[in-house]
């Protein structure tokens, strides 16, 4: 069974500090792995990766896929109060006649003035 | 441009009572999703179509029916809503990459 796994589940920090969240995945038929935000309501779209060891940049926010550990990470960098959210890993892969997204159950960063 | 727009954004239902939530987008795209959000269970689809007259099951469908009847819309039906259907639903539509998704319907089954 297709499955990704996020962690940790939930984090606490300061304002300023850098945070490091992890996405791994179990997929058959792997095409890309998509980065959302999702603050109060409809998740947005941060980043997709598609090629290992490319590190896609926004701002404070980075992410860089490795497919031979089949995982990503997300990193944001001198956190503000704006960054607290809930940050989704999903992986979009091949088959059955479409394309799907396998979500992980995220993890709710807070961040704490 | 309104993109993924889903009605009603709340609504409360007693057990055994039906409801249709709409989720419409104008950016023509052929993919359509529904899921629901539970704490702690992240986002899981419930059916999904890949265009206009189609319509397929996903992860969990139990409880639902779909129709893509025209491609700009896609229609979740609660056939007789039960306590476990409690959740917050959300559609996305997609052309090929990555799917955008609606404000959510919040939706309490008493």
């Known amino acids: 069974e297709d499955k990704v796994v996020q962690s940790p589940l939930s984090l606490v920090v300061h304002e300023g500090d850098t945070v490091t969240l992890n996405c791994s995945y179990e997929v058959t038929n792997f095409r890309s792995l998509l980065w959302y935000k999702q603050e109060k309501k409809a998740p947005t779209f941060l980043f997709m990766l598609t090629s290992s060891g490319i590190e896609k940049k926004s701002g404070r926010l980075s992410s860089i896929l490795d497919k031979k550990e089949l995982s990503s990470i997300l990193n944001i960098t001198a956190t503000q109060t704006g960054d607290s959210a809930i940050y989704l890993c999903a992986v979009l892969f091949s088959g059955g006649g479409a394309d799907g997204l396998t979500f992980g159950k995220g993890t709710h960063l807070i961040i704490q003035p | 441009n309104a993109g993924v727009t889903q009605t009603p954004k709340f609504r409360v239902l007693k057990t055994g009572q039906s409801m249709t939530l709409l989720c419409a987008q104008d950016m023509n795209h052929e993919y359509m999703y529904w899921y629901r959000q539970d704490p702690g269970m992240g986002l899981r689809l419930i059916h999904y179509s890949v265009g206009e007259g189609t319509t397929a099951k996903g992860e969990v469908p139990d409880g639902y029916n779909v129709s893509r009847l025209k491609k700009q819309n896609f229609l979740l039906g609660l056939e007789s809503a039960a306590p476990s259907q409690t959740s917050v639903y959300f559609c996305?539509?997609?052309?090929?990459?990555?799917?955008?998704f609606g404000d959510g319907t919040r939706l309490s089954i008493l």
């Open positions: 996305a539509s997609s052309q090929s990459v990555y799917q955008h």
